[in-house]
């Protein structure tokens, strides 16, 4: 009997070959480390289209090693139309008879081939449930990759020819859960007898789902998640960079507002560092431009013309412009008053403070400085404060917590909302939950760099709930 829960996580069908499937990949790698946390993570083909291609092993290396940034570890097996299994087991680990994870023996199989819908389990695979049961008594999971049920219990999309005897093998042999895919949209979980049959839907169409089971003193608990936000919520994304940030990864506005779609959102706003806009890339990092503020700004560097083309050419009802705009040291906002004009969102930011670095302590300096810097941002009319308190974090500094509620007062006073970013941040718990109750409206924000963070607000969902939110949305989020 296992003595702790154990969690793992399954992925189908991940079909890969397309711009897609690259971004989902990313998403759910970031879903599973950071929120998820599952114990093992079992991939099941198809892993990519045009497997067959002489791209498939280009295709395989650079899908590994997007899984190789799994915190969990993780065994791939290859789908009824992927390539053979010994170019396949060149890249990817082949399975082992038994892999132990937290005290689970899991085996795997992977189909001897197929015709059309006809899927046949090779007899040397009912062979080795034998071999796994033989001196050992714990709980063993399998995952025979395409879809396995009892008969007539599920429309599996596909079809196994020998379904009876494999499961009869299965029952004697006592394995507790038999996982699999290739299952249509749908997730079932059915039980027959002691055994648990789950088969998990493919990742590669929205809502992009995946499923995570638990196993618990030989219970076992299936839930489907999603990579898309439940589109009822009417989420919108109010901070999401451009090509034009020097940070940015992928991003392009065009692949960003389709992709606002399939993952759920009602609207965006891009809101570009204002600083980038005018200030060159060394320059910018450098804080020069926090030191001599927007009069520095050379004509050559100023790329906002660009910023407000973008607009023009994409504004409409469900995606809007705004910026990122943070202060020089002077309290001076970075923005020059003509081009304020374009915008009726405005971030505010706090990136730096005068003399807050790694090397050097916290002081009550550094704390004055914040609140000086902040009501000078507030002051001028700002929507969204970003990121709050993540310049400590990047610093290497554990946020001051007596900064908290002077932040949330100022907050108030100015009629801003706070934002809840996870973008290189832990937004503070406390932080938000003194928002909350001091009816701080709250603002949703990825902080896009790259086009898998769009709107991935599992993250902020949880966090609200576990701040002791689990009302109605609307009355805490910034009104669209």
């Known amino acids: 009997m296992l003595n702790n829960p154990v969690k793992i996580a399954i992925i189908s069908d991940l079909n890969w070959g397309t711009e897609l499937t690259e971004i989902l990949l990313q998403r759910l790698v970031s879903r599973l480390n950071r929120l998820v946390h599952p114990q093992a993570t079992l991939i099941f083909g198809d892993t990519f289209d045009d497997s067959f291609s002489s791209n498939s092993v280009v295709n395989l290396l650079y899908l590994k090693n997007i899984l190789d940034k799994l915190d969990s570890p993780y065994m791939v097996i290859p789908g009824s139309f992927n390539t053979s299994s010994d170019q396949f087991f060149k890249i990817f680990a082949a399975p082992e008879q038994l892999k132990d994870i937290c005290g689970i023996q899991f085996v795997s199989f992977a189909n001897s081939g197929n015709h059309g819908n006809i899927v046949k389990q090779p007899h040397e695979n009912l062979v080795r449930f034998r071999q796994c049961r033989k001196d050992y008594s714990g709980i063993i999971v399998a995952f025979p990759q395409t879809g396995l ?4 219990r599920a429309k599996a999309s596909y079809k196994k020819t ?17 996982l699999s895919s290739n299952h249509q949209k749908k997730s079932d979980v059915i039980k027959n007898g002691n055994m648990t049959f789950i088969n998990t839907p493919g990742i590669c169409e929205p809502p992009f789902p995946y499923t995570v089971i638990n196993i618990e003193k030989g219970q076992i608990q299936s839930e489907r998640q999603e990579l898309a936000m439940d589109s009822n919520l009417q989420l919108f994304d109010n901070h999401i960079h451009t090509q034009l ?3 940015n990864d992928n991003m392009m506005i065009n692949k960003a507002i389709s992709l606002a779609g399939d993952f759920g959102l009602s609207g965006l706003t891009f809101t570009e560092h204002s600083g980038q806009l005018y200030f060159d890339n060394k320059s910018y990092w450098d804080k020069d431009c926090l030191k001599t503020g927007i009069i520095s700004a050379r004509d050559e560097d100023n790329r906002m013309i660009e910023y407000l083309k973008l607009k023009i050419n994409h504004q409409q009802n469900t995606v809007r412009f705004g910026l990122e705009v943070d202060c020089d040291y002077k309290g001076n906002l970075l923005i020059k008053k003509d081009d304020r004009s374009h915008f009726d969102f405005i971030i505010g ?4 403070l005068p003399g807050l670095s790694r090397d050097a302590a916290l002081n009550k300096n550094d704390g004055d400085d914040y609140l000086f810097l902040l009501e000078k941002l507030l002051i001028n009319n700002i929507n ?3 990121h709050p308190f993540r310049l400590f974090k990047r610093c290497g500094k554990t946020a001051p917590e007596e900064l908290f509620l002077p932040t949330v007062k100022l907050l108030r006073k100015y009629n801003t909302a706070a934002e809840i970013n996870f973008h290189t941040n832990e937004p503070p718990i ?3 939950r003194i928002c909350l109750n001091r009816g701080v409206r709250i603002s949703l924000g990825s902080d896009a760099h790259q086009l898998a963070e769009i709107g991935d ?3 902020h969902l949880a966090l609200l709930k576990e701040a002791g939110f689990d009302g109605d949305l609307n009355d805490i989020l910034l009104p669209k």
Not at 149 to 152: G, S
Not at 162 to 178: A, F, G, M, Q, R
């Open 349 to 352: 930011a706090m990136h730096s």
């Open 149 to 152: 049920f009892p008969q007539n």
């Open 384 to 386: 969204v404060l970003a």
């Open 245 to 247: 940030a020097y940070c």
């Open 430 to 432: 406390e932080f938000i």
């Open 162 to 178: 020998d379904t009876k005897t494999t499961i009869s093998c299965i029952k004697k042999n006592d394995i507790l859960l038999s």
């Open 457 to 459: 607000f599992a993250y």
